[in-house]
T-cell receptor, first 113, second 115 residues
Framework: DVKVTQSSRYLVKRTGEKVFLECVQD?????MFWYRQDPGLGLRLIYF???????EKGDIPEGYSVSREKKERFSLILESASTNQTSMYLC????????????FGPGTRLTVT | QQQVKQSPQSLIVQKGGIPIINCAYE??????FPWYQQFPGKGPALLIA?????SEKKEGRFTISFNKSAKQFSLHIMDSQPGDSATYFC??????????????FGSGTQLTVLP
């Protein structure tokens, strides 16, 4: 069965802290994605990776970075968390094109105080 | 710039009704249009998807209607059930020029089906 797991369901951090969100997939997918989900805005792509050590910016990369050292693991890093980064963060993985289906993890609700 | 506009934001129907969720897009390069369903506490999951060479696709009680000239597509849920209560997202993607297919999502519709 397809599975994408995220390290935390809920996370509370203080402004200025460095935050790591971890995502692991067990489907041997080449592509991995990080989104943030906010009410009324849908899902917005932060970064994606199409191979180990390869990454590309999505629509809203400012304030974030990513790391992919192993095929199954994709990390999202908030270098200095700010209150406007309070959100639900979703990780997804997919096969290479032309397949389009993305498989999502359950999400991490991050609160920055 | 929102490239996929979704409406309504919320929708309440009685059991057995046919909720309809609409999406409109601007980018004529989009060639893949999926719908995702999200239950509380879960990540979105692919429900049904369509490509622009067909005008309609059915999977069980779920139907996508696609109007290429109007740049619109919609999701219809036949004989809706309380278990269909969820948030629905439309999305769109151009033919990938690189190594990954990037999805642009609509803003979501929260559907409630009353028993």
């Amino acid at each position: 069965d397809v599975k994408v797991t995220q390290s935390s369901r809920y996370l509370v951090k203080r402004t200025g802290e460095k935050v790591f969100l971890e995502c692991v997939q067990d489907m041997d997918h080449e592509n991995m994605f990080w989104y943030r989900q906010d009410p009324g805005l849908g899902l917005r792509l932060i970064y994606f990776s199409y191979d180990v050590k390869m990454k590309e910016k999505g629509d809203i990369p400012e304030g974030y970075s990513v790391s992919r050292e192993k095929k199954e693991r994709f990390s999202l890093i908030l270098e200095s968390a700010s209150t406007n980064q309070t959100s639900m963060y979703l990780c997804a993985s997919s096969l290479p094109p032309p397949q389009g289906e993305q498989y999502f993890g359950p999400g991490t609700r991050l609160t920055v105080t | 710039q929102q490239q996929v506009k979704q409406s309504p934001q919320s929708l309440i129907v009685q059991k057995g009704g046919i909720p309809i969720i609409n999406c409109a897009y601007e980018n004529t390069a989009f060639d893949y249009f999926p719908w995702y369903q999200q239950f509380p506490g879960k990540g979105p999951a692919l429900l049904i998807a369509i490509r622009p060479d067909v005008s309609e696709k059915k999977e069980g009680r779920f139907t996508i209607s696609f109007n290429k000239s109007a740049k619109q597509f919609s999701l219809h849920i036949m004989d809706s059930q309380p278990g269909d209560s969820a948030t629905y997202f439309c999305a769109a993607s151009p033919f990938p020029s690189g190594s990954a297919r990037q999805l642009t999502f609509g803003s979501g519709t929260q559907l409630t089906v009353l028993p």
